[in-house]
């Protein structure tokens, strides 16, 4: 097998989160929402517009999910990037509404891409990807669809390039224990939700068609079961204020308890219900200062256990009616923030990058309730820099009563964590702290934390590739793709 010649990656920071991030969006397909905000275009999954990235690029190859993830992880990795760790985030209006046929069809694609790719593949195939060329080397997808989940899962556990972990996008509404199930069967680990507001008038007016109780019922099944949750927040909604916002924000790390957010400011686009109610005076967007103001506020409040991934979404400036949002929103905020003596303390602004292994480092637990049960944020940090974080889960009786047949009662491991640059399976790189025992140790000390509370066992949320991983420290498969271990 051809080994990955060492080159300094182009765009360093797309692998330097620990993981290599592959998107790709799914066909388009209408949504039932009817939010004021939000664009249709019959080219594209309802929401999206054809000019963002990677919508680009899923629309060359014709939203084929295996042409996609295949192209994805050759050119990533013809830039220099490992794509042994492969994180899969399945964009593209509400995944629940797609027909359970297409959603299997599109899992199946993505691991059939990941079991075929290797470096020897990569040096025999040039760019751009087409079914010609895939079948002048025999590979085609027909050949993976007849085969059973399963069997493409379990595959995929010794691939060069295995799911660390996969997401799709929902709406509060959509998630409930049977939806949950499915996700599971799918191997999904983490949920993007648009929650958008805490304040239900603003939901209403902006006709999302859900409530803040539905939020707040939605992220307490997704945490019972070991979701990750990533909440989309949407300031300068129609009938928002920059106050409202703040309060609304405050709502959701309290009671939504996210782990990843998205700030996306309110984009006014043309062919939206919200650019008439423009036109006609009766909305109004934030100025910049206003913004920058306010997300600063945000990111105050945020605590260390959060990630804002995110506080811009890529949509193209010609696009932007109105005031337009500058793309480096994220720069200038910081650099407001700076001039204020102030400074974000999110897991972003924190994570190790392009770290070599520190000769020590301690491991602190920071515990935080939310109404189902104790969250405990386990972290590995060097002085101010976070090398790595175990997610446990603690539930009481009510979010005991939330876990699906396989784990209920189950303490979970919600997510590990190991940042900096992606080091290849079994190997320590210069620049990473990967693969140094920091993930074990997190592990060892959810576990103990896990024991003295009381609860027998330990369940995570294992994704597909990983799974050799944790068999190694004693956990076993069980339904619904979890890992499960017994506490002694
Ligand atoms: S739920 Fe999402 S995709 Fe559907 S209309 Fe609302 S914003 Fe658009």
Known sequence: MAKQTIKKPKKPIRSASGVTVITLLTKPYPCPGRCIFCPTYSNMPKSYIADEPSAQRSLALKFNPFLITLARLLVLFKNGHNVNKAEIIINGGTWSYYPGQYKTYVI?????????????????????????????????????????????????????????????????DTIKLKTLKSLRKHGVTKVQVGFQSMDDMILRINKRDHTVADNIRAANLLRANGFKINAHFMPNLYGATPEKDFESYRKLITLIAPDEVKIYPTVLLKNTRLYRLYLQGKYKQY????????????????????????????????????????????????????????????????????????????????????????????????????????RLFLPNLHGKALQLSPIRGHAMIREVHVYSQVSPFGKREKFSVQHTGIGKSLIRKAEKISRQEGYRRLSVIAAIGTRLYYEKLGYQLTDLNYMSKQLE
């Open 287 to 390: 100025t910049e200062p206003e913004l920058i103001e306010l997300i600063a506020k945000l990111k105050l409040i945020t605590p260390y256990w959060v990630r804002i991934n995110r506080i811009f979404r890529d949509i193209p400036t010609p696009y932007m009616q109105g005031i337009k949002i500058k793309s480096n929103l994220r720069e200038i905020v910081r650099e407001y923030m700076h001039s204020q003596g102030q400074k974000c303390r999110c897991i972003r602004c924190r994570q190790a990058m392009f770290l070599s292994p520190p000769k020590t480092y301690s491991i602190k637990v920071y515990k935080y309730s939310s109404q189902i049960g104790d969250n405990y944020f386990i972290a590995a940090e060097e002085s101010d820099k976070l090398l790595g974080f175990v």
């Open 108 to 172: 199946k694609s993505i691991f059939a891409a990941l079991n075929t790719f290797t470096p020897d593949l990569s040096q025999k195939l040039d760019l751009p990807i087409t079914k010609n060329k895939l079948r002048r080397l025999n590979v085609s997808l027909k050949q993976f669809l007849s085969l059973s989940l399963e069997k493409l899962y379990s595959k995929n556990t010794t691939a060069y390039s295995r799911a660390v972990g996969i997401s799709v996008e929902e709406r509060p």
